[in-house]
C-alpha cells in the first residue's frame, strides 16, 4: 500500500517557468490538500479539495491552481514560477466524514525557483 | 479563525529524560487536536490526536499528549526519550466548525535527544 506520493522529488526552476506537482492517493480518501513547508512557518494550506471535481483555496493560493479531476489524484500548478514559490511542497489526504481524521502525508517535492 | 503556537523552536533533552513539546491552540468552536512528527526528508507522520473524552491521549511510540481546556494547551510528552525521538514536531487544531476538514499548523520544534 503506497499511501500518498508525490512526483517529482526534486525540480529546480527559472523564473517565469511553469510545471506541475502530481500527487496520488491509493487509500480511497474524499479529501486531498496541499501544503507548502517553509522555516519557521510551519505548513500553510495552499489549496483544498472536499471530493472528485472540486477545489477550493486555502492560506496562502496565490499563484498556484489546482485540479481534481480523478479522486485519486490532485495536482497542483505554477503557471509562472516565482523566487517566493521556493519551498518543500506537501500533498496529504484524509478520510471524511469526522472531524478527527488525520492527514496521510507524501515525502515531498523540493522545489527551487531561480 | 483557528491558530496554533509552538513557543519553543528547539527542545534538548538528554536521553532517558523525561521530553515535553509545548502547544497552545485558539479556536472558536470545539478544538480537534493533533501531533505530527516529521523526520529528515520524509513527510508528517500522525502521533496522536485528541478529539473528545479522556484529556490524557496516548498515541504511537510511546507519546502521549495532554489537552487543557482553561489554558487551551495541548503538551506533547515522553517519559523517557530516545535518541530516535530526534526530529520534528508539529502539533495542529481543527476547528469543529471550520468547512473543509482543514488543519492549522503550528511553526514546529525541533526536538534534539543527546545520548
Known amino acids: 500500500n503506497a499511501g500518498v506520493t508525490q512526483t517529482p522529488k526534486f525540480r529546480v526552476l527559472k523564473t517565469g517557468q511553469s510545471m506541475t506537482l502530481l500527487c496520488a492517493q491509493d487509500?480511497?480518501?474524499?479529501?486531498m490538500y496541499w501544503y507548502r513547508q517553509d522555516p519557521g512557518m510551519g505548513l500553510r494550506l495552499i489549496h483544498y479539495?472536499?471530493?472528485?471535481?472540486?477545489?477550493a483555496k486555502g492560506e496562502v493560493p496565490d499563484g498556484y491552481n489546482v485540479s481534481r479531476l480523478k479522486k485519486q489524484n490532485f495536482l497542483l500548478g505554477l503557471e509562472s514560477a516565482a523566487p517566493s514559490q521556493t519551498s518543500v511542497y506537501f500533498c496529504?489526504?484524509?478520510?471524511?466524514?469526522?472531524?478527527?481524521?488525520?492527514?496521510?502525508f507524501g515525502n515531498g517535492t523540493r522545489l527551487t525557483v531561480t | 479563525a483557528q491558530s496554533v503556537a509552538q513557543p519553543e523552536d528547539q527542545v534538548n533533552v538528554a536521553e532517558g529524560n523525561p521530553l515535553t513539546v509545548k502547544c497552545t491552540y485558539s479556536?472558536?468552536?470545539?478544538?480537534?487536536l493533533f501531533w505530527y512528527v516529521q523526520y529528515p526528508n520524509r513527510g508528517l507522520q500522525f502521533l496522536l490526536k485528541y478529539i473528545t473524552g479522556d484529556n490524557l491521549v496516548k498515541g504511537s511510540y510511546g507519546f502521549e499528549a495532554e489537552f487543557n481546556k482553561s489554558q487551551t494547551s495541548f503538551h506533547l510528552k515522553k517519559p523517557s526519550a530516545l535518541v530516535s525521538d530526534s526530529a520534528l514536531y508539529f502539533c495542529?487544531?481543527?476547528?469543529?466548525?471550520?468547512?473543509?476538514?482543514?488543519?492549522?499548523f503550528g511553526g514546529g520544534t525541533r526536538v534534539l535527544v543527546k545520548p
Open positions: 487509500m480511497n480518501h474524499e479529501y
Open positions: 495542529a487544531v481543527r476547528d469543529g466548525e471550520a468547512a473543509g476538514n482543514k488543519l492549522t
Open positions: 479556536v472558536s468552536g470545539n478544538p480537534y
Open positions: 479539495s472536499v471530493g472528485e471535481g472540486t477545489t
Open positions: 496529504a489526504s484524509s478520510l471524511t466524514p469526522g472531524r478527527g481524521s488525520p492527514l496521510h
